[in-house]
C-alpha cells in the first residue's frame, strides 16, 4: 500500500473519530435539555400545587369549635370589640390581622390620632379580627394571635394588648406569633395582663372558634383585604387623600353636630 493511500485512510479515519465525538456531545447536550425541561415542568407543576394549595388554605375551616365571643364584644354575633363610648357620634369599623403588616402601618400612623378621639368620646371604634395570612402563607399566628388578643379583651386590657401586638409584629413569612409563650410574654408588656387567666385562655385557644366566625363573616363582607377601615360605613382606607389630621376633621365635624 502506497503512503499516500494509507495518509488518506488515517485521515478518513480521523474525520469519523471528529465527526463521532461532535455526535456524543450533540446528545449530550440534547439529554441535558431534556432533563432541564423536565425540571423546569416539575417545578412548574410545584408551583401551581402550591398555590393551588395556598389558595385552599383561605378557604380552610379552622374547626375550633364552638364560638365563644370575648367579654364586652358586640354587634352582629358579638363579632366586635368596642373601644370608646357608646354614645360617640362616630363609628370606626377596622378588620385587622395581626400578622398583616399593612395593617401595622396603619396603626402606627393613625394610632395617636384614635387614642385622642376615644379618649375623648368623640370616636367608637368596633375592631374585627381576621385570619387572612394564615391562609395566604400557612401557619398559624394570626389566629393565636386574635385569640390571645380576644383573651385580653376579656381582662379589659384590649387596646393595650391590640397595640403591643402591633408593635412586636414579626415579619409577614416569620410566623412567630403562632408561639403561645411569646404571647404571653408579650403580656407582661401590659400592666396587670400577665396572669394566670389570660395564659390559660391564649393557651386554651378559648377564642379560636369566635375568631373564625369573624373571618368567615370578613369572607362573607367581600372585602378587598386588610387592614379595611370603614369611617360610618364608608371605606376610608381606600381614600387616598386620607391622612390621620383629615379623619380628626371629619369625626370632629361630626361630634360638633
Not at 450533540?26 to 393551588?52: E, F, M, N, P, Q
Not at 376579656?154 to 403561645?180: C, I, M, S, W
Not at 379595611?228 to 361630626?254: R, S
Request: hydrophobic residues 35%; aromatic residues 6%; neutral net charge.
Amino acid at each position: 500500500m502506497s503512503e499516500k493511500n494509507r495518509d488518506g485512510k488515517r485521515t478518513a479515519r480521523e474525520r469519523l473519530a471528529v465527526e463521532r465525538e461532535k455526535q456524543k456531545a450533540a446528545d449530550k447536550r440534547r439529554r441535558a435539555l431534556i432533563v432541564g425541561a423536565s425540571v423546569v415542568c416539575v417545578l412548574g407543576l410545584a408551583a401551581v400545587i402550591g398555590v393551588v394549595a395556598a389558595n385552599a388554605g383561605k378557604d380552610e375551616s379552622t374547626k375550633a369549635g364552638p364560638a365563644v365571643a370575648p367579654s364586652g364584644a358586640q354587634g352582629k354575633d358579638s363579632l366586635a370589640i368596642p373601644v370608646g363610648k357608646d354614645g360617640a357620634r362616630s363609628t370606626l369599623t377596622v378588620w385587622e390581622d395581626f400578622r398583616c403588616p399593612a395593617c401595622q402601618a396603619f396603626e402606627a400612623a393613625y394610632r395617636p390620632t384614635l387614642h385622642e378621639l376615644t379618649d375623648a368620646g368623640k370616636l367608637r371604634i368596633e375592631y374585627h379580627l381576621v385570619r387572612l395570612i394564615d391562609g395566604n402563607l400557612g401557619g398559624t399566628g394570626s389566629l393565636r394571635a386574635a385569640n390571645a388578643a380576644a383573651c385580653a379583651q376579656d381582662a379589659g386590657k384590649f387596646r393595650d394588648y391590640h397595640d403591643v401586638l402591633f408593635a412586636n409584629q414579626p415579619k409577614e413569612t416569620d410566623d412567630a406569633f403562632a408561639d403561645n409563650g411569646k404571647l404571653i410574654e408579650l403580656a407582661g408588656k401590659v400592666k396587670g395582663l400577665d396572669t394566670p387567666a389570660f395564659g390559660e385562655c391564649v393557651r386554651n385557644g378559648t377564642h379560636d372558634g369566635w375568631v373564625d366566625k369573624s373571618h368567615q363573616a370578613f369572607k362573607s363582607g367581600d372585602f378587598g383585604g386588610t387592614p379595611t377601615v370603614l369611617l360610618d360605613g364608608k371605606n376610608i382606607y381606600e381614600d387616598h387623600t386620607m391622612t390621620p389630621a383629615k379623619l380628626k376633621q371629619l369625626v370632629e365635624a361630626a361630634d360638633r353636630g
